[in-house]
């Protein structure tokens, strides 16, 4: 049974910084990308950015670069977003995924396999 689950959310101060990790288990998690995404209130999901597991290559929505930085460590089947400069309109649900296409990083819901079960993050100003 895979489970994705994240944690590390919570309320922060704007321009400032959180680190949300996902534990993953039940799969072989060096042979998926991970892309974490997010879901405002009255808002549609939307992709924030991936790693690949093999060489780490990474990508990530043109709102969040240079903020944001996704890492993973394939021993502890764990993928981090390190979040900072945080903006009000950075709240949201954030979610975990897992690809098995390995070859590309997707930004598309539909692509992902398995998914965590979200945890909030609210970014007061």
């Known amino acids: 049974q895979v489970q994705l689950v994240e944690s590390g959310g919570g309320l922060v101060q704007a321009g400032g910084s959180l680190r949300l990790s996902c534990a993953a288990s039940?799969?072989?998690?060096?042979?998926?990308?991970m892309g974490w995404f997010r879901q405002a209130p009255g808002k549609e999901r939307e992709f924030v950015g991936g790693?690949?597991?093999?060489?780490?290559?990474?990508e990530y929505v043109d709102s969040v670069a240079g903020r944001f930085t996704i890492s993973r460590d394939n021993a502890k089947n764990t993928v981090y977003l390190q979040m900072a400069s945080l903006k009000p309109e950075d709240t949201a649900v954030y979610y975990c995924?897992?690809?098995?296409?390995?070859?590309?990083?997707?930004?598309?819901?539909?692509?992902?396999?398995?998914w965590g079960q979200g945890t909030q993050v609210t970014v007061s100003s």
């Open positions: 995924a897992a690809d098995q296409w390995v070859l590309t990083i997707s930004s598309e819901e539909s692509q992902y396999d398995y």
């Open positions: 039940g799969l072989t998690f060096s042979r998926y990308v």
């Open positions: 790693i690949r597991p093999s060489d780490g290559t990474r």
